[in-house]
């Protein structure tokens, strides 16, 4: 009795090329990863919705966090990180450097790192779509 090779799934595409490409790619830039994935709709969704939160903290003066003192400030390093390039275009630029001084400005930090933690919880996302641990 001879066994037949295993094949993969049909409903399977093979994995070929880089796998961490949407990762990184959704990391960098929000809603990249579902780009390069063909899902043009949650890329635009989260897109605007991440670009939206940042963009709205910095309106609210909020600052971007660029050394940690002590735990909570290195989490929120950790949030603002997960912004990926608009982090880092915004401290080239100096935007969010000026200390918080209102509670509108507390809350415009908050929302630059939602979207940070936003655009990190969408880049794996994008790479479970990529590895196929997640179905559309």
Not at 59 to 88: E, H, M, N, P, R
Request: aromatic fraction near 8%; charged fraction near 10%.
């Amino acid at each position: 009795m001879s066994t037949a090779p295993n094949k993969p799934a049909a409903g399977k595409q093979s994995q070929q090329g880089f796998i961490y490409l949407p990762l990184i790619a959704g990391w960098l830039v929000p809603g990249a990863g579902h780009f390069l994935l063909g899902k043009w709709i949650r890329g635009a969704l989260l897109a605007v919705s991440i670009i939206a939160l940042f963009v709205l903290g910095l309106a609210l003066q909020g600052k971007l966090y660029t050394s940690a003192q002590d735990i909570l400030d290195l989490l929120g390093v950790a949030g603002d990180l997960g912004g990926g390039l608009l982090y880092f275009v915004c401290r080239t630029l100096g935007l969010g450097s000026q200390p918080v001084q209102t509670t509108v400005a507390d809350y415009g930090t908050k929302f630059i790192v939602v979207a940070g933690l936003l655009n990190i919880i969408a880049a794996v996302d994008a790479h479970n779509l990529r590895t196929g641990r997640k179905s559309s």
